[in-house]
T-cell receptor, first 117, second 115 residues
Framework: AQKVTQAQTEISVVEKEDVTLDCVYE???????LFWYKQPPSGELVFLIR??????QNEISGRYSWNFQKSTSSFNFTITASQVVDSAVYFC??????????????FGKGTKLSVIP | DGGITQSPKYLFRKEGQNVTLSCEQN?????MYWYRQDPGQGLRLIYY???????QKGDIAEGYSVSREKKESFPLTVTSAQKNPTAFYLC??????????????FGQGTRLTVV
């Protein structure tokens, strides 16, 4: 069984502060994929990043960066110099082979980030 | 524009009635999914389909039914058997050839309220 844990339910930061959203996962699959999605108040989930289990390189995209560590089963997300537009619910998700080559996304419960001006 | 369209955005249903949520995609994706979102619960998988005319139950399929007669369409019916249907429903699709998993793209959701 797959499981994703986002221990932080809500986080509030002041604009321009850095913030890290934690994600810990559990899976028995040797090949799996990790994702982060952003859900603004409009409701639609926006894809941010995908990482496969064989690629432990950290990634940076503008103010966003991701730290993938298989040794601790974590895939943390850092926003540098946060902005009000970053306010949203962020979901970490895991996808592994559920059998016959089909994949299912298992989501964490999300972390609500509020950036205060 | 390519994307996923869910309709309606808001839906009200009387207890005991079935209701169907629409999901259409023009991304030529093989896989489609339905998720339910409740406050503080994250997203839970209801049904998914990897190819036309085939679909599998997710974690919370009871009280729901789906069909996949066309690649572009994956409607979800919330039946009267679903005991607590009030929720936000999200449809997604992905290009998922066997052995590879790509990111899923989501629609804007349908908020269903039972009155």
């Amino acid at each position: 069984a797959q499981k994703v844990t986002q221990a932080q339910t809500e986080i509030s930061v002041v604009e321009k502060e850095d913030v890290t959203l934690d994600c810990v996962y559990e899976t028995r699959d040797t090949t799996y994929y990790l994702f982060w999605y952003k859900q603004p108040p409009s409701g639609e989930l926006v894809f941010l990043i995908r990482r496969n289990s064989f690629d432990e390189q950290n990634e940076i995209s503008g103010r966003y960066s991701w730290n993938f560590q298989k040794s601790t089963s974590s895939f943390n997300f850092t926003i540098t110099a946060s902005q009000v537009v970053d306010s949203a619910v962020y979901f970490c998700a895991l996808s592994g082979d559920s059998g016959a080559g089909s994949y299912q996304l298992t989501f964490g419960k999300g972390t609500k980030l509020s950036v205060i001006p | 524009d390519g994307g996923i369209t869910q309709s309606p955005k808001y839906l009200f249903r009387k207890e005991g009635q079935n209701v169907t949520l629409s999901c259409e995609q023009n991304l030529n994706h093989d896989a489609m999914y339905w998720y339910r979102q409740d406050p503080g619960q994250g997203l839970r998988l209801i049904y998914y389909s990897q190819i036309v005319n085939d679909f599998q139950k997710g974690d919370i399929a009871e009280g729901y039914s789906v069909s996949r007669e066309k690649k572009e369409s994956f409607p979800l019916t919330v039946t009267s058997a679903q005991k607590n249907p009030t929720a936000f429903y999200l449809c997604a699709s992905s290009f998922s050839p066997r052995g590879v998993n790509t990111e899923a793209f989501f629609g804007q959701g349908t908020r269903l309220t039972v009155v």
